[in-house]
């Protein structure tokens, strides 16, 4: 990593002097909620005014950049007696400009499970190599929890960090491409009290969290509590709209549709991201459905965010973000559903008097 | 037609209005771009929107409209007796549709109020499946073109027929939009199924349920929804029965 300090003024030269250049999106002020708080999106920007960098945190994360919602896989051509398939990775480059360290975390999060597994995706692979990632780091909201999930930092996964230290940003410079193309602005290697600069503003940001949810052990957790009320108490809330996993910025699961096209002469694959909470998520051919009940499709989000990954891979793939907790309509949180689960075994009287029989 | 050693058969089908706009119909000549061959799949022996021939023969009938007079009963009990398949084809015909704000009056006073002075012979709206078997149903107000396209491909394919059984907010929040209850308004979105691309919400108007309810919709906690941000239970009212479509639902008070 390569360290350097940009004025504010010149960060500005360099973010339209990219953008110009590139197909980029940053965060977009589109509406106003109906409680006055504004709500952002990543969209599509063509200079550094179009850019909200005083943004708080997106509605949408910015994973459909990597993961589109609805993806062609292949193409199939039918002659008389044979077909051919035509497969396309190739990707244009974009510029992803803002993204907070929860987001990138995420970013690295589907970087193990689409890369680094045993069959990684070239489709995810075209268009992670292909986007130029400047990272920005931000006061937390009140219900950010990155903290607890040790994401409000991250190391790895960008181009370029940019720390908010006063009339200047320190910036952490982590790929070639972006030390060569930041040559042509005047930048400064860091001085000693920028690095305190840089320090006090991590102190800040680590200081200003709210939220808290304690995650530790929290694998275990489930697995005792696979068959608590606290699932059926949050499922009742739970619409099976599939909004928590639309926003989640690690939410990766899949179903793939074969169709023909109009003519006869061809289909296509489509991949589209779904979510464990849509009613027929477990439906397999014969039509039964594995998870009929609300409660148990909501349970099997949180053991893959939270369990699964963890039991695998040694890290729960929730960020902390909290985008499903303000998204969700019929408010089910990771915040309130955790602590629940905590609450259940921790005020339990069960060890107190003796164990029940085994049915 | 003859594709990659299989014979296909094109589709004989019919196309029929009872009480409605036919904009349904119309839909099915909408889409340019795949026109031509979407009517290659097609062999087709009535409908009066785009042809002045008129034949008996099909295998296929697409009923649009709801079902308001004995002689529509009629009419369609004929064309049941005749199709391989019926399908009940948009909103009209699988809820009733806009048509049902009908019931919710005396019929005498409606008929004086639009026909004074005319006797019209009329009767309570009803959906096509109140009347004669349905076996498949394409909803929507219209129906949605493309949607149609790939289930007449699948008929034509004998492959599955599947509609989404999820609602519409999986394609609003694909598309980005910031959801209408955020904005103060009651959507239908969480209840609504799917299919129709988020058009309404897209344009920031809340959705009215014209697809009528997703699989194992949850009311209670919809109804909760609306009481703990004190929307309008009117307005609820009005959404909720516009289509017809929540009939079953109904007899939920928020």
């Known amino acids: 990593m390569i360290y350097k300090i940009i004025s504010k003024a010149e960060f500005k030269k360099f973010i339209d002097a990219l953008v110009r250049d590139n197909t980029s999106f940053g965060p977009r002020r589109v509406d106003t909620d109906c409680r006055g708080e504004k709500v952002y999106q990543f969209l599509q920007v063509a200079s550094f005014n179009d850019i909200a960098f005083d943004y708080t945190a997106t509605a949408s994360s910015a994973k459909h950049f990597f993961l589109p919602f609805c993806e062609e896989l292949s193409r199939f051509v039918f002659h008389d007696q044979d077909w051919d398939q035509h497969i396309t990775y190739e990707t244009n480059p974009i510029v992803l400009i803002g993204l907070r360290a929860c987001d990138i975390s995420a970013i690295n999060i589907l970087d193990d499970v689409l890369l ?54 320190y910036l952490a410079v982590n790929s070639s491409k972006a030390f060569n193309f930041l040559k042509e602005f005047n930048t400064r290697d860091p001085l000693d009290e920028d690095n305190c600069r840089l320090v006090a503003r991590r102190k800040l940001i680590s200081n200003s969290f709210l939220s808290e949810v304690d995650v530790t052990g929290l694998p275990s957790i489930l697995d005792i509590e696979f068959d608590s009320p606290v699932w059926e108490k949050w499922g009742n809330k739970c619409l099976n709209c599939g909004t928590c996993a639309m926003v989640c910025p690690t939410c990766y699961c899949y179903a793939v549709e074969e169709s023909f096209e109009t003519n006869l002469k061809g289909a296509t694959r489509q991949k589209r991201l779904y979510s464990c909470n849509l009613v027929n998520f477990a439906e397999v051919a014969g039509g039964h459905n594995f998870r009929p009940k609300n409660g148990d499709r909501l349970k099997y989000r949180y053991y893959h965010q939270h369990r699964g990954f963890a039991e695998n891979d040694n890290q729960q793939i929730c960020v902390g973000c909290n985008r499903c907790g303000r998204a969700c309509l019929t408010k089910i949180n990771p915040k309130d559903v955790i602590n629940d689960l905590r609450m259940e075994k921790e005020s339990c009287m069960i060890c107190a008097s003796p164990s029940p029989d085994r049915t | 037609m003859k594709k990659q050693g299989f014979t296909f058969e094109k589709l004989k089908i019919a196309s029929f209005d009872f009480t409605c706009c036919e904009g349904c119909q119309l839909q099915l000549t909408n889409k340019e771009s795949t026109l031509t061959d979407f009517f290659e799949l097609l062999d087709i022996r009535t409908f009066r929107e785009i042809s002045s021939e008129k034949y008996d023969d099909y295998d296929i009938a697409l009923i649009e409209g709801s079902i308001s007079r004995q002689d529509e009963v009629e009419r369609l009990t ?108 009651i959507c239908l979105g969480p209840i609504t199924r799917a299919g129709c691309n988020a058009v309404c919400t897209t344009g920031k108007t809340p959705c009215l349920g014209c697809r009528g309810p997703s699989e194992e919709i949850n009311m209670p906690a919809f109804l909760e929804l609306i009481k703990e941000r004190k929307l309008s239970q009117n307005d609820f009212q009005e959404k909720i029965t516009f289509y017809n479509a929540f009939e079953a639902f109904t007899s939920y008070e928020a």
């Open chain 2, 78 to 185: 004929t064309i049941r007796s005749q199709a391989k398949t019926l399908i009940a084809f948009g909103t009209c015909a699988c809820f009733g549709g806009v048509n049902s704000l009908k019931n919710k009056f005396p019929l005498k006073e409606v008929v004086a109020e639009v026909y004074p002075d005319m006797p019209v012979e009329t009767l309570l709206v009803r959906k096509v499946s109140d009347v004669v078997k349905v076996d498949l149903s394409i909803h929507g107000c219209p129906v949605n073109k493309e949607e149609v396209e790939r289930i007449l491909v699948n008929l034509v394919t004998g492959s599955q027929v599947s509609l989404p059984k999820y609602p519409v907010c999986v394609e609003c929040k694909e598309l980005l939009n910031t959801c209408l209850f955020e904005l103060g308004e």
């Open chain 1, 116 to 169: 680094n597994g045993n069959f990684p995706s070239p489709y995810y692979l075209g268009k992670r190599k292909n986007t130029f990632v400047i990272g920005m780091d931000h006061l937390p909201l009140p219900d950010c929890f990155c903290k607890s999930m040790n994401h409000h930092t991250v190391q790895t996964g960008f181009n370029i960090f940019c720390s908010d230290i006063g009339e200047e940003y």
